[in-house]
């Protein structure tokens, strides 16, 4: 059985706060609902949990004669025994719920005027009658509002008494009484510890944290919160103790430490996005920021972004910074949604980290050199159209350059950029199109 219902409660708005205590000792969940009150008994003793309750009402005076109590397995059958059995206590056995209404007039289930008045003047009287109709008789002349009745006569009562129950977020603390921490390292080690227990029950949940905070019990019985916050949900410890690092530098801690509590304050479910910073073929996310955690743990800064100058030149207009994981993969997503929303194919030009040098061969339109074909490391290629040239001077010194790019199809249908220094009359292939 799964409802206790009571009728008649003295409180009839809401419990008193002295009741709540006790009756959450008995039970997991109560709730006052105007003139009811409900009692959650699902995976308890019925009968014994239901003494139980009636007794903490006697004892704060909330129980007389004229409360009457429903025990059963659907909420309507509990508030119909509740509200209209005789017997002050009345058990519904498991499965009867409908035959135990069946007796009960339509009354019982508090129809509206109208439809209560239409029932009466088809002959539908009790509950019985109106559960033996089948569904199209009763939607056809009865409409949505007899539908609901109909259900509620066959005990078939899909209300949400109780909501779910919230899970309690993972947290983990540790303590020492003996001495006091002060240096920074020292914390981290103990961080790690309980982010490891935190990150196994998010794995085993199958989530992810998005935002912790990290309480520290200082000596002088202060406390002292700092929340930290990722840019997507992760359970990796490697990933959390990254952001730690970074932000224990910054804490001033008024005293020493004596103890650490992490504490979850927000999840997500992890997903299984692909894990584009690498390759399209990548099994999942979380796996590529755990490989890019790794091998930045291992090499140090090796992710980097671009910071652009206004300087003519592409290959010196970038500068390459450093970039944590977590940036990176940002990006990534930001990238990926970006194309996805796009719609449309577009060619991305596609820069040599150093521009190759080539072997050239040319011939003269309106006094310029133009590319006919060109040669590198993986062969030759025939030009069939070249666009350009664009030229581009400046600088001072040792510092100067002229340059003449063109934009070239060549025979496969790719799309090349070839430069020619004209300084030194060498050709260059800078990048490509895809």
Same mark, same amino acid.
């Given at each position: 059985?799964?409802?206790?219902?009571?009728?008649?409660?003295?409180?009839?708005?809401?419990?008193?706060?002295?009741?709540?205590?006790?009756?959450?000792?008995? %039970?997991?969940? %109560?709730?006052?609902?105007?003139?009811? %009150?409900?009692?959650?008994?699902?995976?308890?003793?019925?009968?014994?949990?239901?003494?139980?309750?009636?007794?903490?009402?006697?004892?704060?005076?909330?129980?007389?004669?004229?409360?009457?109590?429903?025990?059963?397995?659907?909420?309507?059958?509990?508030?119909?025994?509740?509200?209209?059995?005789?017997?002050?206590?009345?058990?519904?056995?498991?499965?009867?719920? $409908?035959?135990?209404?069946?007796?009960?007039?339509?009354?019982?289930?508090?129809?509206?005027?109208?439809?209560?008045?239409?029932?009466?003047?088809?002959?539908?009287?009790?509950?019985?009658?109106?559960?033996?109709?089948?569904?199209?008789?009763?939607?056809?002349?009865?409409?949505?509002?007899?539908?609901?009745?109909?259900?509620?006569?066959?005990?078939?009562?899909?209300?949400?008494?109780?909501?779910?129950?919230?899970?309690?977020?993972?947290?983990?603390?540790?303590?020492?009484?003996?001495?006091?921490?002060?240096?920074?390292?020292?914390?981290?080690?103990?961080?790690?510890?309980?982010?490891?227990?935190?990150?196994?029950?998010?794995?085993?949940?199958?989530?992810?944290?998005?935002?912790?905070?990290?309480?520290?019990?200082?000596?002088?019985?202060?406390?002292?919160?700092?929340?930290?916050?990722?840019?997507?949900?992760?359970?990796?410890?490697?990933?959390?103790?990254?952001?730690?690092?970074?932000?224990?530098?910054?804490?001033?801690?008024?005293?020493?430490?004596?103890?650490?509590?992490?504490?979850?304050?927000?999840?997500?479910? #992890?997903?299984? &996005?692909?894990?584009?910073?690498?390759?399209?073929?990548?099994?999942?996310?979380?796996?590529?920021?755990?490989?890019?955690?790794?091998?930045?743990?291992?090499?140090?800064?090796?992710?980097?972004?671009?910071?652009?100058?206004?300087?003519?030149?592409?290959?010196?207009?970038?500068?390459?910074?450093?970039?944590?994981?977590?940036?990176?993969?940002?990006?990534?997503?930001?990238?990926?949604?970006?194309?996805? $929303?796009?719609?449309?194919?577009?060619?991305?030009?596609?820069?040599?980290?150093?521009?190759? $040098?080539?072997?050239?061969? #040319?011939?003269? &339109?309106?006094?310029?050199?133009?590319? &006919?074909?060109?040669?590198?490391?993986?062969?030759?290629?025939?030009?069939?159209?070249?666009?350009?040239?664009?030229? %581009?001077?400046?600088?001072?010194?040792?510092?100067?350059?002229?340059?003449?790019?063109?934009?070239?199809?060549?025979?496969?249908?790719?799309?090349?950029?070839?430069?020619?220094?004209? &300084?030194?009359?060498?050709?260059?292939?800078?990048?490509?199109?895809?």
């Amino acid at each position: 059985m799964s409802f206790l219902c009571l009728h008649n409660v003295a409180w009839l708005a809401s419990l008193p706060a002295t009741l709540h205590a006790p009756l959450l000792t008995i %039970v997991p969940r %109560v709730l006052s609902d105007g003139d009811l %009150v409900w009692a959650d008994l699902r995976g308890l003793p019925a009968r014994e949990t239901t003494e139980r309750v009636r007794n903490a009402f006697t004892a704060h005076n909330a129980l007389s004669s004229s409360v009457k109590c429903g025990v059963a397995s659907t909420a309507i059958a509990a508030e119909v025994a509740a509200r209209h059995s005789p017997q002050s206590v009345t058990y519904v056995r498991t499965g009867y719920d $409908r035959d135990f209404l069946a007796p009960f007039p339509v009354s019982v289930l508090t129809p509206e005027r109208k439809l209560a008045n239409l029932l009466d003047g088809t002959g539908v009287e009790l509950c019985r009658d109106l559960a033996r109709l089948s569904r199209e008789e009763v939607e056809v002349r009865f409409g949505s509002e007899g539908m609901k009745l109909w259900r509620f006569a066959r005990a078939d009562d899909g209300r949400r008494i109780f909501g779910s129950m919230p899970r309690a977020l993972p947290e983990a603390s540790l303590e020492w009484t003996d001495y006091a921490i002060r240096r920074a390292e020292r914390l981290v080690f103990v961080i790690n510890a309980l982010f490891g227990n935190v990150c196994e029950a998010l794995k085993s949940r199958g989530e992810g944290a998005l935002a912790v905070t990290i309480s520290f019990a200082l000596a002088d019985r202060t406390t002292l919160e700092h929340p930290i916050r990722a840019a997507r949900a992760t359970a990796g410890q490697t990933a959390w103790m990254r952001l730690v690092r970074l932000e224990i530098e910054r804490i001033v801690f008024p005293d020493a430490v004596a103890g650490i509590t992490l504490r979850v304050d927000s999840v997500s479910g #992890t997903g299984g &996005r692909q894990g584009d910073v690498f390759d399209r073929g990548f099994g999942s996310e979380s796996a590529a920021e755990e490989a890019l955690g790794q091998l930045m743990d291992d090499q140090g800064s090796v992710a980097v972004e671009p910071e652009n100058s206004a300087h003519p030149l592409l290959d010196r207009r970038t500068a390459w910074t450093s970039v944590s994981a977590t940036r990176v993969m940002e990006r990534a997503h930001a990238y990926a949604a970006a194309l996805s $929303r796009s719609g449309e194919p577009a060619l991305t030009l596609q820069l040599l980290p150093e521009p190759q $040098r080539i072997a050239v061969a #040319t011939f003269k &339109r309106r006094g310029d050199e133009i590319p &006919r074909t060109y040669r590198d490391a993986a062969g030759t290629y025939d030009i069939v159209e070249a666009a350009g040239p664009d030229c %581009v001077s400046g600088g001072r010194w040792d510092d100067a350059y002229a340059r003449d790019y063109f934009r070239c199809v060549v025979d496969s249908g790719g799309l090349v950029w070839l430069y020619r220094d004209k &300084r030194s009359g060498t050709w260059y292939l800078h990048g490509w199109w895809d």
